[in-house]
């Protein structure tokens, strides 16, 4: 069933990083969601609370867990023994919340934050070392009921459609699905409808997300790093930036999953307003598609 979900971060995060005291309440936060039109949040469960407990909250808003991610170094072989232990709890956590899925993200690569969607410094055995280590952490995942889904991301090892491509080539879709992200695709240059449609069959959840290409351009043309692109509102709510979003869920005709909103910092004056202006333009085009 398609459902669409909303991630909170605009509450936490600033141009200077994440800050949990400038949001509100975690029920007013859900309250919000809720009215702004959503199904769901991402699964981030409060390290007071079980599973049972958070779906009862979530619940008590009308809304349920959506994918949330795992983030690990894939490059470091030195900690892959803590990696797949922290993944399989995280796989636990999802399947205990009754999912099925959730968002692989490679580490922050320090050289890729300060010069975003150029593929600095790319390595194919560096790669090689992520195919291998990824594969560990899947099949760990796997064993939990719950399938990553590979979430290239600019200013990481896996942010080019090259680096994409391989790893979803070496890879079994057993193991690892596609977790698209519409954004930080385009902003690696990559054409997000087009990506999308030749992995279709393979997409296990979306993030729909919308990027200015002037911002992306000036960022670029300036050596400017992610902290000047989201300074300069990169990210823009979905329908507002040059994503061609219409080709998108065009692409996605057939996928019946998760759409999660994100916008990382808000592009209207409150994160109420921007919530309900990405709810409102995904939910009509997904109704005009027959969702």
Not at 37 to 48: I, K, L, Q
Not at 118 to 146: F, H, W, Y
Not at 180 to 194: Q, R
Request: aromatic share 6%.
């Amino acid at each position: 069933m398609r459902r669409i979900g909303f991630n909170p971060l605009p509450w936490y995060l600033t141009t200077d990083g994440l800050d949990p005291t400038r949001a509100p309440s975690l029920p007013d936060i859900l309250r919000t969601i809720k009215a702004a039109g959503y199904d769901g949040v991402p699964a981030e469960m409060p390290a007071s609370f079980t599973a049972r407990q958070y779906q009862e909250l979530l619940a008590e808003h009308g809304l349920t867990a959506a994918p949330g991610h795992f983030q690990a170094s894939f490059s470091d072989l030195a900690a892959v023994a803590i990696t797949i232990d922290d993944a399989k709890e995280v796989a636990a956590q999802h399947a205990a919340l009754g999912l099925d899925r959730v968002f692989i993200v490679d580490g922050a690569a320090a050289c890729r934050v300060s010069q975003p969607a150029q593929g600095v410094n790319a390595d194919p055995g560096r790669l090689s070392i992520i195919v291998e280590v990824l594969d560990k952490v899947c099949t760990a995942m796997a064993g939990e009921g719950v399938i990553p889904c590979l979430h290239p991301h600019v200013g990481t090892w896996i942010e080019t459609g090259a680096e994409t491509e391989g790893i979803l080539a070496a890879l079994s879709p057993s193991v690892l699905k596609f977790g698209p992200d519409t954004g930080h695709l385009a902003w690696a240059g990559v054409d997000s409808a087009a990506f999308i449609r030749s992995h279709v069959d393979r997409v296990g959840a979306v993030h729909i997300k919308d990027i200015r290409k002037t911002v992306a351009d000036s960022v670029k043309r300036e050596d400017g790093g992610y902290r000047e692109a989201c300074e300069r509102h990169i990210w823009t709510e979905p329908g507002r930036g040059d994503v061609d979003l219409a080709a998108v869920l065009a692409a996605l005709d057939t996928f019946d999953g998760w759409f999660i909103v994100e916008v990382d910092i808000a592009d209207q004056p409150t994160v109420e307003q921007s919530a309900k202006v990405a709810a409102d333009w995904l939910r009509s085009r997904l109704h005009a598609r027959g969702a």
